[in-house]
Structure formats: structure tokens, C-alpha cells
């Protein structure tokens, strides 16, 4: 048994990094490949584990000749380690240099562009990748260049003349070969579609014209001089070459100068706008995710709140059919701003959609002239960071590359169980506004090593002192901090995701949570009153504050059973209530006063035991047993000067003195007094200059066997960490966290479902487009994520795909096939799945599933063949189709339950497994 640190948030793995700015970011198909860019540091960064933690790869690209820094990143939409960069030539964005390994070597594709490039994308697969990038001059002399990635590879002028500031493959660009720019001259925004020839390297601009992005008029649209930025996003199954596929989602920032930027959707040749972005607000970036008749749209802004370091987003799952009001703002935004005003969101889209990422930077994009020199600027601890959402960017958390400071940590708190980790950190940077962190770690209490963390609130705190409480009742998930010496004592009852203020009007000392009967109550100390609050219906009711006959108050604790004792801050006394809080009876001083740390011992039926002990020199723990003549009794701890108190059957006391800190414990202090009390000092493992010395409780535990400290120093390397001792002697903890199952079950090979053996995949005679291909299985557990091989043959020699799939629905896993992969006609195809994270968390690779296998029907494309009629459009630009999937949408939930059940029942014996390429009419 000894001492050990626990893995806490760092710059290693640029958890935080600072100066740091996130410019630009790429989302590879594997959910787990990630790319960013940070221009003004000249950076570029890869994350293999889904943003969790990076590698640097700026070194790779500046011994393949690259000059620095980079502007932008882009990978392929079906091959994460296909990824292109675009670097600079004098200062400016002119180069592109190309990894085909993941960035760990790179070739300069020797790119023409004259001018700086503002825009870069990469095609799906056909038979080779093509990279498209776009110029801007400001004045509409920009160009578009694609270069085919074969061989040596070779860039080709498209012959299109306009500032281009958004370009897009499209999904099925094997099929349409179509490409979709949103660019700019003298006379306004456009976006326009062209088709490639591919094989000549040229594209048709003539498909469709030029449709400018406005509702309002021609020429109402900002010129290439007023444009700052654009974005544009393309459904899953657009189509270039189907007018009844040509919905696309852009948005367009011109910093106000024209009053039509905002967000906008067109069907065909047809513009709705779905926000318009008045004044303060901008519209920095757009994400989409869905097909043509359904999907979901989020929005990031430019503009930040430097008070509170954070940057709003919007969330609408129904872009086609609502107006402004369908926009649900976030209620706890990404982080970014601070000191600066800019935060520049970049949202994305997982693949599968189940996870939004937002990144933030300070770049200065005020007008047209700014850009690109704005993303040059940089601004210190901006808080600007990688942020997840899991709820559709309702709330976000911070996971990485986060710009913060930790000057020391403040506080820690653990749920009963041990598995959820919270810290609270303070930034402490002079000259500027600091931002202080609450991070959360989820995990295996015996797994203190590579602990991944995310910050769950970021918040500037005037005291730069948090604390951090939990009630310890195991079935109560349940959070809470307070400022200290404020008022502001925050609760959060979904594991940080949400806070919401208690409101206890007055200021905090200290506070203790405590479940009674059921009812979740907090004692809040403000110096020698006692307010009780009594939850209710997420709402707290707080009763009058009651003094505690002290001359001052440092420390709380609170029972289960209603017991509330307090500790003063100089007189050595203690004060304690067996009536929730009501009414307060004082003790004596013990004979060595200092700040008291209380613990009161509950166990025993009619019975409660105080421990009690100061800060004193000299002092060492003391026992009290309300209604007993037996007054205050020395215990015979080792240590003197203790600044935590913790019990749960054991006794703990944290004390340093004397240069030397440790932890005194007794496995029976119910004995109150020596030769009967036997103590031990628990130090194997500290190294000399820790000190236990956090107020007003320095001392945690969870489980009854994991104690809790922070050595009270500045937080480095070696310095100022969290520490835990777990106590195998402890007898019989109360909270003991449910075994996990075993590794062979957690890594069981899965169940294949569909498709089934030997199965033929169906086409359709009109197009000759095969069929939806939807993979399902089974798995006796949740598993959070599954590796999924496909290949030309039963031995996997000739694979055509690996993907990594995060299920929407863990509990029914499925997948379908990408239009993208490239699956002929009368080919039969061999696939395989197995586990790749387990419901726990822990990766590893599973046992492969049954080899199955399934063929492609065989057909002749039949002479009538043609693309599909456009959908009847009502006057509100919903097609006829849409509009009957809104009416769909607006019956009661109880008539869709019903159905789901019946549809079930029907069809629990039959599988259906279809593929489409496009919707048959």
C-alpha cells in the first residue's frame, strides 16, 4: 500500500496548450483520426484517438520542405490517412502538400495557385483522389485548381474565374462527378455546380448557372471586397446530375456589411434563408448531417463573450421544413474568446452524427481586408479549445488542445463508487481575466494512469477558491461547487453536463451535502451561521440561516442521519446540530485551537462520535460523544497540524508539520482514546515537500477505501498533483463499484445478422444502382464501438474497407455501407466484424465474427433509364415529399409507439436488407 499520483489534466497529449489556437479542423472517417491546424503557432496536429490527446506533426512537414505555417487541412471523406495541408510560400497560403501515410511523410504537390488559397478539399475514392482548392483576391480574380492524386500527380486550372471560398466534392462524386463552389466577384456571392470530366481534368461549369445567395434581390449579396468567410455542407445523397438531389446548406459572414449574411438552403435553384445573422451576430461555420429528406444542421458564430469565454451555437433538427424559430441555442457553449472577443467556431459532424466537435480560435476576422492575416493573431489563454457534444450541441465539453493555464489545483470530489473523478483547477495568470476549470474523469477507480479528463465548466471565479462536494449516497449522481466567500454554490445533477444555481444567498465558507430520508439536503456554513436547503423538484428551498454559537465557522460536515457539525476558525471550538440544522449546541475548546476540521462518525444507533483537530502545532485528533460527560478526549494520533478529517468506519487524519506530511489512520476510533486506539502513519510513497494543506478539507474518501489529496503547491510536472492511497485494510466498503464482465465477454466475437449468408443484393433495372447495404449484428454487450472489415475474398487479402463504427443504437447495431465504396455488379463480397471498445471503455481488438458473405445482382441498365422527376415544391420551398414527412413528424408520440411496437411484432422473423443509390420514383 502506498501513495500515488493520479493522471491529471496536462499538456501531455496537449490536453492544454498554451498559446494555442485551433484554426482549422478535419474529421477523418474512422471517427478516431482527427486533424488540426493552429496557424499562429505554426502547428499541425494528429489525434488517433478521437481529439482525446495529439501528436505533433509540424516536424514531419518541415523536413519534406513545407514552410510554415499552415493555413488549412482536409482529409478524404473514406480514407483518414489520405490528407492534404496547405502550407505557405512567403508568409501566405500558397502551397499544398499531401500525405498519403497519415502525415508522417509528405510531398509537395508543387501547386500553381498564384494567389492565396482559401478553400481545399479532397474528392471521395474513384479510382484515384483529386484535390480541389480555390483562390481569393478580393476582388474576384480568384481561381479553382484540381490536382489528380495518381502518380506524380498534376494540378489543372478549371477555367473558373471568382474568389472561391467554399468547395465540396459531392457524396457520389463516383457517379455525378460533380463539384459545388461558393465564390464571390464585384457583384455578389454565388454558389455554383460543375461537372468533371475526369479523366481530362475539367470541369463543365454549365450544368446549372450561377445562383447568388440572397432572398432579397440581385445584387444584394456581399462582393468578393465585403466577403470575410463562407461554409458549405452537401447531404448525404446530393446528386449533381438530379435536380430533385440538388440541396445544399451555405452560410456566408460579411461582418454586417450588407445585412444578408446568415445561413441559407437551397433545393435546386430555389434560396430560403434558414437564420439571418444580424448584428452581433456571425456565422462562422456550418455542419450537416443527414440525406436530402432528413438531417440535423448546426451552427457556430464568430463573435464570443470575453466575460465568460465562451461562444454560441445553434442546433436545428429540421432544416427543410422550420423557420427561425426551429433553432435551439446551446445551453452550455464551447469555450473560446476570452481576453479577445473572437472564437471563430468550426463545427463538425462525426461520421455517424452521434458527436458534434467545435473549435475555437482568436483570429481577428473583422472585415474582408483581415482575412487571412487575422488567423495570424493569437491571443494567450483565450480559453479556445477542441469541445465535444453528445447532445447535439446542447452542452460542450472541453477534451483537448484547451488554451487555460492550471496554476494550482483546488479541490477534488469523488462519487461513492470511486468511477467518476472531478477536480476543480485555478488559472492564476497575471494581466489578464482568468478562467478557472472543473474537469471530469470517468473510469475504473484502480486505473490512476492515462486517466482521460474533460472540462466540464469553465467558469471566472472572483475568490480563485472552488470547492468541490458530493452527498456520498451511491445512487446520487449528483455535483457541486461553490466560489468560496461568494454566494455562487452551483449544483449539477447529470455528472457536470448542466449547472444550475442553488441560490442560498449567503456567502460560503464551506458546505456539506447529505441524502436524509431520501431528500437531498446542504448545509451551508457562512462564517458561524448555518443555512439549510432542502431539495425539491430541482429546486432548492432554503430555510432561515441559524446561528451556531461560535465566534466563526471554517469547516461543515453533515449525516445521513441529520447530524451537522461545525468546526470555528481560530477558538478551537466545535459546534454540532442532531436536528438537521435547526438548533446548534457549542463544546468546549480543545486545548490546542486553530482552523478546526471536523468528521462525525454515524455508525452507531443513538450514538455520535465527533472527531475533531486544528491546525495547531501541537495539535493531534480528538473525539467528542454528544450527551457523555466524557468531554473532549486526546485519540494519541502521530501527527500534529491537521488539515483534514476523514471517516468511514476508518479514521483518517491529513497533517504536515515539521517539513514531513502524511496521514495518520486507525481502524477503530469508535475506542476514542489510547492504549485502545492504535495509529499508523500512511507516507510509503510521498516524496519529500508534499503537504496536505488544502482548506477547509484537505482530506477526501470514496468507496471507504480511496483516500483523496492534493499536495497545496504550485501545479507542475512533480508539484501540486492529486494524490490516492487505496486502503486494502479497510474493512468491508460500503460502495464497491459492480465487476465489469470479463475480458472474453466484453470481447466476444459478435453475431452477424445481415447481410445474411449468401445473400443477393438486389439492383434496380431503371439505374442500375444497387441497392441500400445495411450490416447488423448482435452483441451480449453494449459495446461502444466495432471494427468492420470488408474484402474481395474469405481470407482478407484484397480488402476494400475498414471501418470503425460507433452504432447509433448500441443496443442494435447496424451499418450502412457508404455510396462511396466502390461495390460492382455480380461481385461477391466477404465481411467481418469484432469489438474494438467495450461497453466499459477499454479498447483492444475482439474476436472476430462468422465470416458471411453476400453477392451483387446482375443486370442490364434498361434503355428508359433516367434521373428522377423533381418533387412538387409548395410555395414555402417544401417539396411534396417533405412535406408529408412534417405532417408525419407532428403525430402524437403515442400513435408512433404504438406503431413501432406493431411493426415489430409483424416483423420479428424478417430481415430486409436494401440498398439505394438514389430514390426510384
Not at 440572397?214 to 445523397?237: F, N
Not at 449574411?261 to 433545393?267: E, S
Amino acid at each position: 500500500m502506498r501513495w500515488s499520483t493520479v493522471d491529471t489534466p496536462s499538456n501531455a497529449g496537449n490536453t492544454f496548450v498554451s498559446p494555442s489556437e485551433i484554426n482549422a479542423i478535419a474529421i477523418g472517417s474512422d471517427s478516431r483520426t482527427f486533424y488540426a491546424v493552429d496557424t499562429s503557432q505554426g502547428k499541425v496536429y494528429k489525434s488517433t484517438d478521437g481529439g482525446i490527446t495529439w501528436d505533433d506533426l509540424t516536424q514531419y512537414l518541415a523536413t519534406a520542405g513545407a514552410a510554415l505555417p499552415a493555413w488549412s487541412i482536409t482529409t478524404a471523406p473514406d480514407n483518414p490517412r489520405f490528407v492534404a495541408v496547405v502550407t505557405s510560400d512567403g508568409g501566405l497560403p500558397r502551397k499544398v502538400f499531401l500525405s498519403v501515410d497519415g502525415g508522417v511523410t509528405w510531398q509537395d504537390t508543387k501547386c500553381p495557385a498564384a494567389n492565396n488559397i482559401s478553400t481545399i478539399a479532397i474528392s471521395p475514392r474513384y479510382s484515384g483522389y483529386d484535390i480541389a482548392i480555390g483562390t481569393r483576391t478580393g476582388t474576384g480574380a480568384g481561381k479553382l485548381y484540381i490536382f489528380k492524386a495518381a502518380g506524380q500527380g498534376s494540378w489543372a486550372d478549371q477555367n473558373f474565374a471568382g474568389d472561391i471560398l467554399a468547395v465540396k466534392f459531392s457524396p457520389g462524386y463516383r457517379f455525378d462527378s460533380c463539384l459545388v463552389t461558393v465564390w464571390a466577384d464585384a457583384t455578389g456571392t454565388y454558389v455554383n455546380l460543375g461537372i468533371r470530366d475526369i479523366n481530362s481534368n475539367t470541369t463543365n461549369w454549365n450544368t446549372q448557372e450561377a445562383l447568388e445567395i440572397t432572398v432579397t434581390g440581385s445584387g444584394t449579396s456581399p462582393k468578393a471586397s465585403q466577403i470575410v468567410t463562407a461554409d458549405l455542407e452537401l447531404p448525404s445523397d446530393f446528386s449533381g446530375q438530379a435536380p430533385s438531389r440538388r440541396r445544399l446548406y451555405v452560410s456566408i459572414d460579411d461582418a454586417g456589411a450588407t445585412g444578408n449574411a446568415g445561413i441559407y438552403r437551397f433545393d435546386d435553384v430555389i434560396p430560403y434563408l434558414l437564420m439571418p445573422a444580424s448584428a452581433p451576430k456571425r456565422i462562422s461555420s456550418i455542419a450537416y448531417h443527414g440525406t436530402y429528406a432528413s438531417g440535423k444542421l448546426l451552427a457556430g458564430e464568430v463573435l464570443g463573450d470575453h466575460s465568460s469565454a465562451t461562444v454560441l451555437t445553434w442546433f436545428t433538427d429540421a432544416p427543410i421544413t422550420c423557420p427561425e424559430p426551429c433553432w435551439f441555442q446551446t445551453q452550455k457553449a464551447p469555450t473560446g474568446a476570452a481576453n479577445s472577443g473572437y472564437a471563430n467556431a468550426q463545427v463538425a459532424w462525426s461520421p455517424d452524427g452521434g458527436r458534434a466537435y467545435c473549435a475555437t480560435s482568436s483570429a481577428t476576422l473583422n472585415d474582408a481586408a483581415s482575412w487571412p492575416g487575422g488567423y495570424l493573431i493569437s491571443v494567450a489563454l483565450d480559453e479556445s479549445a477542441l469541445s465535444l457534444s453528445l447532445d447535439n450541441g446542447m452542452t460542450w465539453n472541453q477534451v483537448s488542445l484547451i488554451d487555460t493555464e492550471i496554476t494550482f489545483l483546488s479541490d477534488v470530489a469523488v462519487t461513492p463508487a470511486s468511477d467518476i473523478i472531478y477536480l476543480a483547477s485555478i488559472n492564476n495568470h497575471p494581466g489578464i481575466s482568468n478562467f478557472d476549470s472543473i474537469w471530469r474523469s470517468v473510469g475504473s477507480p484502480t486505473a490512476l494512469a492515462a486517466r482521460t479528463w474533460e472540462r466540464v465548466l469553465c467558469i471566472l471565479s472572483l475568490t480563485n477558491d472552488l470547492i468541490l462536494r458530493t452527498s456520498g449516497e451511491v445512487s446520487d449522481r449528483s455535483v457541486f461547487f461553490a466560489s468560496r466567500l461568494t454566494d455562487d454554490l452551483r449544483q449539477s445533477s447529470d455528472m457536470g453536463q448542466t449547472w444550475s444555481h442553488t441560490l442560498p444567498g449567503i456567502k460560503v465558507t464551506d458546505f456539506s451535502v447529505a441524502i436524509i430520508n431520501n431528500v437531498p439536503y446542504i448545509f451551508v456554513l457562512d462564517d458561524n451561521y448555518v443555512r439549510r436547503g432542502k431539495g425539491s423538484a430541482h429546486r432548492w428551498q432554503w430555510a432561515q440561516a441559524v446561528h451556531t454559537a461560535l465566534s466563526t465557522g471554517h469547516s461543515i460536515t453533515a449525516t445521513p442521519t441529520g447530524a451537522v457539525v461545525v468546526g470555528d476558525n481560530g477558538e478551537g471550538m466545535v459546534s454540532y446540530s442532531l436536528d438537521r440544522g435547526i438548533s446548534f449546541e457549542p463544546t468546549p475548546a480543545i486545548p490546542y485551537p486553530g482552523r478546526m476540521h471536523v468528521a462525525a462518525d454515524y455508525r452507531f444507533r443513538n450514538v455520535l462520535i465527533i472527531y475533531a483537530a486544528s491546525d495547531d502545532a501541537a495539535c493531534q485528533i480528538y473525539s467528542w460523544v454528544p450527551g457523555s460527560n466524557l468531554g473532549w478526549t486526546a485519540m494519541g494520533s502521530p501527527g500534529r497540524s491537521f488539515h483534514g478529517l476523514a471517516q468511514f468506519g476508518v479514521l483518517y487524519g491529513a497533517w504536515a508539520h515539521g517539513g514531513g506530511a502524511a496521514v495518520d489512520r486507525t481502524l477503530q476510533p469508535e475506542r476514542l482514546s489510547p492504549p485502545f486506539v492504535e495509529w499508523d502513519s500512511l507516507s510509503v510513497g510521498l516524496p519529500p515537500g508534499v503537504v496536505f494543506t488544502r482548506e477547509p478539507v484537505s482530506l477526501k474518501i470514496s468507496a471507504g477505501i480511496n483516500l483523496w489529496a492534493i499536495d497545496d503547491r504550485p501545479y507542475t510536472a512533480t508539484t501540486g498533483r492529486l494524490w490516492n492511497f487505496y486502503d486494502c485494510l479497510a474493512p468491508s466498503p460500503l460502495y464497491i463499484t459492480p465487476a465489469p464482465p470479463s475480458p472474453q465477454v466484453l470481447f466476444q466475437a459478435p453475431v452477424p445478422i445481415a447481410p445474411a449468408m449468401n445473400e443477393v443484393i438486389p439492383i434496380y433495372l431503371k439505374t442500375g444502382h444497387i441497392a441500400d447495404i445495411i450490416f447488423r449484428w448482435k452483441h451480449p454487450t453494449i459495446a461502444v464501438e466495432y471494427q468492420l472489415w470488408l474484402a474481395k475474398d474469405s481470407s482478407f487479402t484484397d480488402i476494400i474497407l475498414q471501418e470503425t463504427i460507433s452504432p447509433k443504437n448500441p443496443k442494435i447495431p447496424s451499418w450502412t455501407l457508404p455510396q462511396t465504396v466502390d461495390i460492382q455488379q455480380g461481385e461477391r463480397y466477404y465481411w467481418k466484424i469484432r469489438v474494438s471498445q467495450a461497453a466499459t471503455g477499454e479498447t483492444g481488438e475482439g474476436e472476430w465474427s462468422e465470416v458471411m458473405s453476400f453477392s451483387i445482382a446482375s443486370a442490364e441498365i434498361g434503355q428508359d433509364s433516367h434521373f428522377e422527376p423533381v418533387p412538387a415544391t409548395s410555395e414555402n420551398g417544401i417539396t411534396t415529399e417533405d412535406a408529408a414527412f412534417s405532417t408525419m413528424s407532428r403525430l402524437p408520440v403515442w400513435i408512433w409507439i404504438v406503431s413501432a411496437i406493431l411493426l415489430i411484432t409483424a416483423s420479428s422473423a424478417v430481415l430486409v436488407v436494401h440498398r439505394r443509390r438514389k430514390n426510384p420514383q
